[in-house]
């Protein structure tokens, strides 16, 4: 017997409610015939928000029963709520293409980079893009931050300061000059930073979700965000021996 659902979406002139696609794609994955009920005008809106006496779409019916909307729906079949979850793939993905980039450059150059020089590269390009990310809403990146830094929770201007002290970090690493400005600015910040999270995750043991790739991202705070500011402080630490020993 099929099974089937009815789907109460919105898609007007003006905009398309992608929860609805989203719904729709989820119920023909689970071999559902959908009804597709497309709401053209706000007034057809309004109208189904009236009759099911609901406030928002979309709206799911299966078996005459209303599921709800499209987080209900995923918890209909068993999954957990996307606005719930927690994934560290934002950060794999950071590093995923860092690493490809690496790669890019040193194909593009007629003579090749050799390891240590890469790793400088893939460790500067991974700081500036987690930068950027951080910089697309500073605001919430500032708010995650506060949670758990040890410096930016006593001196709050530090935590606006961060981002941009990340991806200048990272352009003086990936372009290998002015040392004396990015180990100092690497050291402190990957230092503070690396015993920030073993004092909230290890020692306080707080469950808190990891500012590193801005305030909106459900990235939880433990090994992976110590392992950034770790790698951030030993890559100084190691250029600087080098400019010293070596």
């Known amino acids: 017997m099929t099974k089937q659902a009815i789907l109460y979406r919105m898609e007007t002139d003006q905009h398309t409610c992608p929860f609805g696609l989203r719904a729709k794609d989820?119920?023909?994955?689970?071999?559902?015939?959908?009804?597709d009920k497309v709401l053209e005008t706000r007034r057809d809106v309004e109208s189904v928000k009236s009759s099911l006496d609901v406030s928002t779409t979309p709206q799911i019916i299966i078996n005459n029963e209303r599921i709800g909307g499209f987080d209900d729906l995923q918890h209909f079949f068993g999954e957990e709520k996307s606005k719930d979850k927690t994934s560290y793939f934002p950060v794999?993905?950071?590093?995923?293409?860092?690493?490809?980039?690496?790669?890019?450059?040193?194909?593009?150059?007629?003579?090749?980079?050799?390891?240590?020089?890469?790793?400088m590269i893939f460790i500067g390009l991974s700081m500036t893009l987690l930068g950027?990310?951080?910089?697309?809403?500073?605001?919430?990146?500032?708010?995650?931050?506060?949670?758990?830094?040890?410096?930016a929770r006593r001196y709050v201007p530090y935590a606006f300061f961060y981002p941009y002290a990340e991806v200048l970090g990272g352009l003086?690493?990936?372009a290998g000059v002015l040392t004396f400005i990015s180990i100092p600015l690497?050291?402190?910040?990957?230092?503070?930073?690396?015993?920030?999270?073993?004092?909230?995750?290890?020692?306080?043991?707080?469950?808190?979700?990891?500012a590193c790739v801005g305030g909106d991202a459900k990235v939880p705070?433990?090994?992976?965000?110590?392992?950034?500011?770790?790698?951030?402080?030993?890559?100084?630490?190691?250029?600087?021996?080098?400019?010293?020993?070596?």
């Open 26 to 35: 989820l119920l023909r994955r689970k071999g559902y015939a959908i009804e």
């Open 92 to 119: 794999l993905a950071v590093f995923g293409v860092s690493l490809f980039l690496t790669i890019a450059m040193t194909y593009a150059t007629s003579f090749g980079y050799g390891i240590e020089r890469m790793l």
């Open 132 to 151: 950027v990310l951080k910089l697309q809403n500073v605001q919430g990146f500032v708010n995650g931050f506060l949670g758990y830094d040890l410096l």
């Open 172 to 174: 003086l690493m990936v």
């Open 186 to 210: 690497m050291l402190f910040i990957g230092g503070i930073g690396g015993i920030s999270v073993v004092k909230a995750v290890y020692i306080d043991q707080r469950d808190l979700k990891c």
């Open 221 to 246: 705070l433990g090994l992976v965000s110590f392992l950034e500011n770790a790698v951030m402080f030993f890559a100084a630490f190691w250029m600087l021996a080098k400019s010293l020993f070596i």
